[in-house]
Nanobody, 125 residues
Framework: QVQLVESGGGLVQAGGSLRLSCAASGRMFSAYYMAWFRQAPGKEREFVAA????????SYADSVKGRFTISKDNSNNTMYLQMNSLKPEDVAAYLC??????????????????WGPGTQVTVSA
């Protein structure tokens, strides 16, 4: 089991960039599939990006493709989300999630058993 804590959120102008981090404590971080989700006020939580155990395969929501990059550093037990060209519609709490299996990328929230508390991202127009 891993415990997850996000950081790096904040206020940025439209067109700006932020890098979110998800630090994991516990064992076997390299065995986990990881993902980022986000939840805006009054809206359902939505998938942002996912990455496999070895960081060799990724998947993105259409809304962030080409602007966001997910990465995973197994030597530092940390996952990242580089967010460029931020838009007001990206405003949300961003949460990281983890699961051990099965062995494929998925956007489904129910597939992830471990969650962080979230970090807030605010984009001003």
């Amino acid at each position: 089991q891993v415990q997850l804590v996000e950081s790096g959120g904040g206020l940025v102008q439209a067109g700006g960039s932020l890098r979110l981090s998800c630090a994991a404590s516990g064992r076997m971080f390299s065995a986990y599939y990881m993902a980022w989700f986000r939840q805006a006020p009054g809206k359902e939580r939505e998938f942002v990006a996912a990455i496999n155990r070895s960081a060799t395969s990724t998947s993105y929501a259409d809304s962030v493709k080409g602007r966001f990059t997910i990465s995973k550093d197994n030597s530092n037990n940390t996952m990242y989300l580089q967010m460029n060209s931020l838009k007001p519609e990206d405003v949300a709490a961003y949460l990281c999630a983890a699961r051990l299996g099965p062995s494929f990328l998925t956007y489904k929230q129910t597939s992830y058993g471990e969650w962080g508390p979230g970090t807030q991202v605010t984009v001003s127009a």
